[in-house]
């Protein structure tokens, strides 16, 4: 085993662009793309809407980089990342319609219901989390069977009730509580922690890790997945809606509790600085070699700006 | 091979009880029951309200009796038999929301979201779906590897765009449309034959089909499939809603194109029969054997009053 990169040797933006290029291509081709076969005309463009040409592709980028660190079939990670994301898009569509976050702008254009109205969004929504596992499940011969499943367990377990849908429950029943700091991590951990945490867990999966790797891979990515949202909660107060490409100050408008209103401004920073240090240790703990791209995609995601 | 058994000799009553005490009992252990880990309120109940004490089975049943023709994994079927059900009821959850179908009665209770509200209603649908692919992929070897990845593969096609979610699409596309024959028969192809076949398919999937085993099952899917759909046009118009436990003449008076309307009643009633008479020389040319229940189930799907 290799001594583990350092961030700063290793270059996120040039791995980044050769990631995003497949990632982009492959998205593009398997969603609801009519080369494939009939593609009802409303739907289709509502689900290549909701997915292609926007988002910061983070879950995806996090699978590429598992994999590489675990040495797994790039083809099952390709499939992996863009199933992750295909997940992440439908919780945006929605989320964002009128009987949940009722949110008009996303990415900085018009959300999917806005544009296609509210019935299309839904089925987009629906169409978009089967499409997830249709993608981990090629008849082609191209990923293993075993791999096949633990990569639908990963995603169908942080997709559902006790992951991701579980956290956007919580939150829902939420507003305008004065949840404790627990409750407070428990609804994120389940609301965007998961799915984070699942696509390192996804890309490891593409290879043959030892139970100690998942282990310190899991708790990498539980690390990344809190950071991630205590970021979000101080940009939703530090930045404004240009830069996010979304409404800022919503949390706080809607009465929503954060980690900066729960914290403070200045203890919310120290915290995702903390988590970062700890995502950073459990990479270390791995003893694998090729992190370099996992440590980088952590240290941008704590120390980013939008 | 045995010869069929013709469906007369079939006690289906007693077949299905006997199906049914096990899908309820593996129902209720496996949604969002608060034993197996936390279950955020409001959600668990949703998604149990939509799924227990409700509706005739019919997929589940088509499951087991497939794999009981092959002689397969009866572990297997059973979750498969569970995971096609949560993603019917998933999809009539999103089906009765205000901006698809807007209706307030399901199997004679109120539907999901005038119980739990509309984001709820939204949440507890994406959880179900999520939940199907998480029954088929269990971590305690139970299933073999490849047979999780085939029941996914299955299910997750049938469910999405080019599936249920796609003959939505096409059906909310299609309101006070003169839809022609071949467009008929496509929306409910995909709208509801596709998760009906995929039962069968997944049923088979448990054991090992040959090549022509399963396209003789994909005959008896298909014919079956849409016979359900003719025969639930013509209840529309001739059953009450007290006996169909639903709104009765919504597709008229929501001017929807129907078989009846486009075939008139007889000739209606006359191609059911005729689908049924398919379904039945499909199990005959697939030289199984223990092909009862899919006979008997067939026959009771068309002849059935509600």
Redesign the interface.
């Given at each position: 085993m290799n001594a583990p990169e350092t961030p700063s040797l290793f270059d996120l933006n040039a791995w980044s662009a050769r990631q995003l290029d497949a990632i982009e291509q492959a998205l593009s081709q398997w969603v609801?793309n009519a080369q494939n076969?009939?593609?009802?005309?409303?739907?289709?463009e509502a689900?290549r809407y909701a997915v292609l040409d926007g988002g910061k592709r983070l879950r995806p980028l996090l699978v590429m980089a598992a994999c590489e660190a675990v040495g797994g079939n790039a083809e099952a990670a390709l499939r992996a990342a863009c199933a992750v994301e295909l997940i992440h898009a439908?919780?945006l569509v929605?989320d964002d319609?009128p009987?949940?976050d009722n949110d008009v702008l996303r990415r900085g254009k018009p959300t999917v219901h806005v544009k296609f109205?509210?019935?299309?969004a839904?089925?987009a929504?629906?169409?978009l989390?089967?499409?997830?596992?249709?993608l981990?499940?090629?008849?082609n011969g191209s990923i293993?069977?075993?791999v096949?499943?633990?990569l639908?367990?990963l995603?169908?377990?942080a997709?559902?009730?006790?992951?991701m849908?579980?956290g956007?429950?919580?939150d829902?029943?939420s507003v305008g509580l004065p949840l404790n700091s627990a409750q407070l991590h428990e609804m994120h951990r389940?609301k965007t922690g998961a799915l984070l945490q699942a696509s390192v867990l996804m890309g490891a999966a593409c290879g043959a890790a030892s139970p100690a790797v998942q282990s310190a891979l899991q708790g990498y990515g539980a690390a990344v997945g809190l950071a991630f949202q205590v970021v979000d909660d101080i940009l939703d107060v530090t930045a404004d809606a240009a830069t996010l490409g979304k409404t800022a100050g919503k949390d706080a408008a809607q009465d929503k509790p954060t980690f900066v209103s729960l914290m403070g401004l200045q203890p919310s920073t120290d915290y995702a600085q903390q988590l970062l240090a700890q995502a950073l240790a459990s990479l270390q703990a791995s003893g694998l070699g090729h992190t370099g791209a996992l440590q980088a995609l952590a240290d941008r995601l704590v120390n980013r700006h939008h």
């Open positions: 609801a076969g009939f593609v009802p005309a409303g739907l289709g689900m439908y919780s929605h319609m009987c949940m109205g509210e019935a299309q839904l089925l929504g629906d169409a989390q089967a499409l997830a596992f249709e981990l499940t090629p008849a293993s069977a075993p096949q499943a633990a639908c367990r995603l169908a377990k997709a559902g009730y006790q992951g849908a579980g956007q429950a919580i829902l029943a389940l």
